[in-house]
């Protein structure tokens, strides 16, 4: 046990200093990713993930108790909580879905700008398991323990190089998911779809008309996405 501790305590305060190619390489193998709709597809359950955990994260600051987080097959998901029906936290909460991968990703780039990419990769074993124990249903319970199985994995077994990688990918992908995510928001509604989404609850609880709210999910993300890339490549370019 001392030496999984220690091991886990050098992974965490370990100062990296990584090369040009830990940035540039995940980022465009992140960017095929969102390019192939078959791999985004895979790749959006990750999204999904973080997206809930903003929800629940939110509820809980609210004084909301969270019941219980769904993932479906098609990278939908749902989180039920119970509390006051006050307009202000079911506001807040249905709102923090779609920025909450973009935040979590500038905070990871930052992270990874500070020189602790391996100490990202162990913050986000804890958070899948903070939304392991929250899942109710067994498709989501199979993507998070898969999810989970996969990062830890990565996190313990793989070279130093790859985790590298692997952090900044983690980073890009939330970062870069998040504002796909919302353009495909802004798409399914102009199709008439979506009625359910965050933007429509939204509109119900505060009359704010759902596309308002869709440009602020693009705003937040696209500006998480700018300051997260900014933060991960400012010192690693030549100037």
């Given at each position: ?101 973009g935040v ?28 392991l124990v ?106």
């Open positions: 046990m001392r030496e999984i501790w220690d091991r886990l305590w050098a992974d965490v305060t370990t100062d990296i200093v990584a090369s040009p190619q830990a940035a540039l390489i995940p980022l465009a193998v992140v960017v095929g990713v969102l390019a192939v709709p078959s791999l985004w597809h895979l790749a959006r359950h990750v999204v999904t993930i973080f997206h809930e955990a903003g929800h629940g994260f939110v509820a809980t600051l609210t004084g909301r108790r969270v019941r219980g987080i769904r993932l479906h097959s098609d990278t939908s998901g749902l989180t039920e909580s119970v509390g006051q029906e006050k307009r202000l936290p079911l506001s807040l909460m249905a709102f923090a879905g779609y920025p909450a991968p979590l990703g500038i905070g990871a780039a930052a992270l990874i700008a500070a020189g602790y990419p391996l100490a990202l990769l162990w913050i986000v074993v804890v958070v899948l398991l903070l939304v929250q899942i109710r249903n067994f498709y989501g319970f199979l993507v998070m323990v898969l999810a989970l199985a996969a990062t830890v994995a990565v996190a313990w077994y793989a070279p130093t190089e790859w985790r590298v990688g692997v952090a900044y990918g983690v980073a890009w992908l939330l970062l870069l998911g998040a504002v796909r995510a919302v353009v495909e928001l802004g798409g399914s509604r102009r199709r008439g779809g979506a009625a359910g989404s965050d933007a429509d609850a939204l509109a119900r609880l505060t009359r704010v008309p759902g596309g308002v709210w869709v440009a602020l999910f693009w705003l937040v993300t696209v500006g998480c996405a700018v300051g997260g890339a900014w933060l991960m490549l400012a010192g690693l370019l030549p100037e």
